[in-house]
């Protein structure tokens, strides 16, 4: 017995057939993508790094900067030439340091939400041993 043809031509269970292997290729794709640690949207690995280090490279750059100019301008002000420059010179990287740690605790609790296991659960699982 012949199945009647859709709007396409297609009988209905080659139809439901195409959508299933469609939905497979797609996740199989995106296990794929994971596994080798392409990020979604099909950016590479590489390319996250490299705007990972951007991002912190720049926050440390733009820390140290903010120091100095503020630094120069008290110094304008109050016409102590070197060392309220230098001293905030010095803050200035201090907070970039800071900022560049703070960003990058950020990022690897941004990457391991994904996972099942992370270093929560790798502590729990060593206290079951002993």
């Known amino acids: ?9 297609q009988p209905k269970s080659a139809r ?3 959508r299933d292997l469609a939905s497979r290729i797609a996740s199989a794709k995106k296990e794929r993508d994971l596994a080798n640690g392409n990020v979604a949207g099909g950016a590479s690995a590489d ?3 490299m705007a990972r ?5 720049s ?5 140290i900067l903010v120091g100095a ?4 301008l008290i110094d304008l002000g109050l016409g102590t030439t070197p060392w309220a420059m230098i001293i905030l010179l010095i803050v200035g990287f201090a907070a970039g340091v800071k900022n560049v740690v703070r960003t990058a605790n950020e990022m690897n609790a941004a990457s391991t939400v994904g996972t099942n296991e992370g270093p929560a659960d790798a502590k729990r699982d060593d206290k079951d041993d002993a």
């Open 59 to 63: 926050e440390f750059v733009a820390a």
């Open 1 to 9: 017995m012949n199945i009647p043809p859709d709007d396409q031509g």
């Open 53 to 57: 280090g951007m991002r912190m490279g």
């Open 16 to 18: 439901d057939a195409t």
């Open 69 to 72: 100019v503020m630094g120069y």
């Open 47 to 49: 390319a996250n790094g």
